[in-house]
């Protein structure tokens, strides 16, 4: 098999830069992929296994990394580690401010799971990846019944293949004005949500081959039928007046079948087959009808050549690649909002897992499914098993129980499988309670001396600037809450904040000049100090302290303009700081000139 040095950096994949912008706790963007075996895991067996898989694929070894326009991945030195499963599935893997690997493996009685972040792939890499684990793992445990067959992954395939960005490689403009897609409101389910680290899970299985008999019987395909089956079990719930709106779901398609890519990172599109019902009249074999009518439409080359090249185009529009990361995000959340209105639920066909023939007596069936913020299907299937899994935010699972319903009404044979997670570890940060006791102290602070003023000074408010100091004070330690994992960026907002405190202040009390005298770049060379202590204690390398002290002697230079335009009184304090500011970029530019133009360009690639 050909191999070559991974990229030490790169852009995120068109499908990707949607994720960092609109993940959170309601929608981690993780997805899992699970194996569950004929035996019992061995964690140590399973590390190993790991460790192997992680010479093949090496580009998971990434971290997410923020810079000014845009996110990127970068290769890291974290290595990954095997755990018994703990947490609720689907947990949060981007941690902001913290650099972690985007993907974890973990284990349960006989079942290896592997869960990623989508910014890092999508279900064709995850089904790579997790096929390779899995082999590693058995090899390891049968080591007198299996040979090694090589890496599962075709023979030629380099690491620059597994890193291709096929949008951008397939992106064409071709000057013609695509057709303005029809957006309509789609139907939405109501209820009671769970909590929000939790999701409501119902998994089933069906014979394979009975499921695509019967699909043959309707003339579609397995995804078409399950598509109109997932309609009418929504439809279901549905009252006569709630049928003005229709029934619509997103299914993402893999580009790779009409695009030639042999691509690890994200590649796909989707498609948006919906139905109008009208109770009494529509039929199940209308629906059928429809929905393979819409997917034979949709699913040519040019259509999704169409989208595909509308959403890739939106990255060279010169205004948009130069707005700043926070409103590109702001942009991109905005966006998935308008268009979640558009979706009723989503629908998501990972097709069939295979592995080498030795192997399957081994494995029991392959099973995946994703974080939502809606109702979400996935499946795949191995040998004749095809799991299909729901995920949903909501308690209700009318729906689920509708959907397996018309499969047993079609003569189809389900087997639901229970769920079966471990008791959870419920840890919560100590410094979640202390914030929070901190928080009712400074509320408490400001009403006292509310009520107080009001009795006992009524006709002097000197309440408010007291409230507004504690105000400011609140600030200062939610910032040093929120942003506790990077000390360097903390420093910065903490600086920031400092500034524009005190000059209000200075400005609300009858401008004097102390902010600016003495303040400002007493701070900003306290930051400084602080700055090189850190970096010093936490033995950081260079491209984990560089931008911050970029940004830190930049602003070290504003005293200096301020004293040129005369808007300081006293002139030693911005001097002083200007002549520090100034020695500590000629260090940087001097001493650490290649780290620094390459941590520039990772953080203004446009």
């Known amino acids: 098999m050909l191999n070559a040095k991974t990229a030490r950096w790169r852009k995120l994949d068109n499908a990707a830069k949607i994720f960092p912008a609109t993940s959170g706790k309601k929608d981690t ?24 898989t992680m010479e093949v694929y090496p580009l998971f070894r990434s971290v ?16 990954p580690i095997v755990s018994e499963e703990s947490k609720a599935p689907c947990s949060s893997l981007y941690v902001r401010d913290k650099k972690t690997l985007l993907f974890e493996v973990t284990y349960y009685k006989n079942r290896i799971n592997f869960e990623v972040y989508h910014a890092m792939t999508d279900g064709t890499g995850a089904t790579q990846f997790l096929k390779e684990l899995v082999k590693n793992y058995l090899l390891l445990s049968h080591p007198d019944e299996l040979s090694d067959p090589g890496p599962l992954s075709e023979e030629d395939l380099t690491s620059q293949d597994k890193e291709d960005d096929s949008f951008y ?6 000057g013609r004005k695509r057709e303005k897609e029809k957006s309509d409101k789609a139907y939405q389910l109501h209820g009671p949500k769970t909590e929000v680290e939790n999701m409501m899970i119902v998994e089933g299985k069906v014979s394979a081959s009975a499921l695509l008999a019967k699909a043959r019987e309707y003339g579609v395909s397995i995804t078409v039928f399950l598509t109109a089956v997932l309609l009418c079990a929504i439809h279901r719930e549905m009252s006569p007046r709630q049928e003005k709106k229709p029934v619509i779901l997103m299914v993402p398609v893999n580009l790779r079948k009409y695009f030639p890519s042999r691509s690890m990172l994200n590649f796909f599109s989707w498609i948006d087959p919906g139905f109008q019902f009208e109770t009494g009249k529509t039929t199940f074999e209308d629906v059928i ?14 259509r999704l050549a169409d989208r595909m ?10 205004v948009l690649r130069a707005a700043p990361l926070v409103v590109k995000n702001l942009g991109l959340l905005a966006g998935a909002k308008f268009t979640e209105k558009n979706t009723t639920a989503i629908y998501s066909n ?66 639901m499988i229970e769920n079966d997670f471990p008791e959870r570890d419920r840890h919560v940060f100590a410094g979640t309670r202390i914030f929070q006791w901190f928080t009712f102290i400074c509320i408490a602070a400001a009403v006292i001396m509310g009520v107080v003023n009001a009795i006992a000074l009524p006709g002097i408010l000197w309440s408010l600037p007291g409230a507004c100091a504690v105000l400011c004070l609140w600030i200062v330690f939610a910032i040093g809450f929120y942003k506790r994992r990077n000390l360097l960026k903390n420093a910065m907002w903490q600086l920031f904040f400092v500034m524009a405190c005190c000059i209000g202040w200075d400005m609300g009390t009858g401008w004097k000049g102390w902010s600016v005298d003495y303040v400002l770049p007493g701070s900003i060379i306290l930051t400084q100090l602080f700055m090189l202590i850190i970096a010093s204690i936490q033995h950081l390398e260079s491209k984990d302290y560089m931008i911050y002290y970029v940004m830190a002697a930049g602003t070290g230079l504003v005293p200096a303009v301020l004293y040129a335009a005369g808007a300081v009184g006293e002139s030693w304090p911005s001097v002083i700081c200007a002549g520090i500011s100034v020695l500590f970029l000629t260090a940087l530019l001097i001493f650490k000139w290649k780290e620094l133009k390459s941590e520039l360009s990772k953080k203004l690639h446009l």
């Open 29 to 52: 963007r993780v997805f899992r992929f699970s194996c569950d075996l004929k035996e019992e895991i061995d964690g140590d067996l399973l590390q190993r296994a790991l460790d192997k």
């Open 289 to 302: 009808a429809h929905v393979r009518d819409y997917f034979k439409a949709e699913l040519c080359k040019e």
């Open 169 to 174: 490689k397939y992106y064409m403009k071709t």
């Open 350 to 415: 990972m097709g069939v897992v295979t592995m080498p023939e030795d192997f399957r007596k081994y494995i029991k069936y392959f099973h995946v499914f994703t974080s939502t913020p809606k109702t979400e299907l996935c499946m795949c299937s191995f040998e004749d098993e095809l799991v299909m899994s729901f995920t949903s935010r909501f308690e209700n699972v009318n729906v689920e129980r509708n959907f397996f319903e018309i499969l047993k009404e079609n003569g189809l044979k389900v087997e």
């Open 309 to 318: 090249n509308a959403l890739t185009g939106l990255e060279f529009n010169p």
């Open 64 to 79: 997410l990394r923020k810079g000014f326009f845009w996110f990127y991945l970068e290769k890291s030195g974290l290595q």
